[in-house]
Structure formats: C-alpha cells, structure tokens
C-alpha cells in the first residue's frame, strides 16, 4: 500500500511539472518561426500564429485613418515586437509587424509585413519585406527596395513609421 502511495505520489508529481512547462511556454517558441520565404510567413501569419490574435498597435485601434501610401489600416504586433515596443529597444529578431490595409469602403485591400529575421539584411535593419494579397497571394517579398526606400526615412526608428518609439 506505501508504495503505491509513493509510486501515485511520483506519477502526479511528473504531470504536474509537465503541465506547468507547458503553461508557461509562449506559443512562438512552440512553433517555430518562418525561414525568410514568402509562402511561408504568410502560412505562419495566419495559421501557425494567427496575426489577429495579436496585441493591436498601443494606442491604435482597428480600422485607423492611415497616412498615405496606406488608407485605413490596423497594425498587429507579435509577442517579440511588443515586447520591444514596450521597452523601446530596436525590434529583436523574431519580431513581426502586419498592416492590414482597407480602402475607403472597408474592404482589404493588402497585407504587409515587416519580419526581423537575424542577419538577414544588416544593411537596412535586417527587415523581410512582404506584401500578400487578402487571398494570400504573394506581391512583393524580400529586400524589397520600394519598401526600404521609404521606410529609410524612419531608419532612426528601426525602419518604423507608426509611431516613434525607439529611445
Ligand atoms: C511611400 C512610402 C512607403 C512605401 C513605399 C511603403 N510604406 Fe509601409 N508605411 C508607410 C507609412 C507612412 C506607414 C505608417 C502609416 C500609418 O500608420 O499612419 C507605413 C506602415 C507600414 C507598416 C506598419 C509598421 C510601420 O512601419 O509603421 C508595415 C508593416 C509596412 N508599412 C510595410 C511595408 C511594406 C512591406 C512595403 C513594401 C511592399 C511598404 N511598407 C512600402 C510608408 C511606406
């Protein structure tokens, strides 16, 4: 009977560690983060980690005017770009920005994405560029220049227009 006792008192033991690892765990380091592939990150964005589950821009709500190029927009952060965010520190590798941008009839009309991926490109911030259709379909990926052009003028602000926010 005593041993069975300690032998149930082992067994509840190892669950019960198992359980709390499990729950402390964030979602990104269960799933691993995209390679620098269009196809990829997209399938990451919205299946793996899904975008709308993320932390809205602070401050910003859904559906805000927008200044030009873009219309009206909503800005997701995901747990490594919020955390940066937060502590205004450059963006750490993994993080991950998507704009939903609408037309003025509130329809979406594209989807961007900016994802710091480590070394990936030290000249301009180490940014992957991406922007799909709301289909999924891939418009531009990669060092897009049209995107590094413009953004550079917020280079100070890790390449960021939305708000500055880098100490
Ligand atoms: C002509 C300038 C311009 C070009 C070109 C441009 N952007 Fe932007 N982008 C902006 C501005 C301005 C904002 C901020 C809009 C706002 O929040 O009011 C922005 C916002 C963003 C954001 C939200 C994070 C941030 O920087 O504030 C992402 C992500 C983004 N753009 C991705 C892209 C991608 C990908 C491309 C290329 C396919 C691109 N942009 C091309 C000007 C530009």
Redesign the pocket.
Known sequence: MKRLMIILTIILATFSVAYAIHETMPAETTVPLPGPHASAIYKYITAEDNYRDWTL?PG?GKK???????EI?T?YLNENAYYSLRVREKMANGSI???ENYDRNRNLKAI???YKIKGYNPKAGNWY???YDPDGRT??AGR?S??????S??KNND?????PFVK
């Open positions: 821009w910003k805000f005017q927008a200044r030009p190029p873009l927009a800005t920005i998507v704009t961007f994405v900016m560029w991406a922007q418009k531009a897009v049209a995107c590094i052009d413009c953004h003028k917020v390449y960021i227009f939305t708000e």
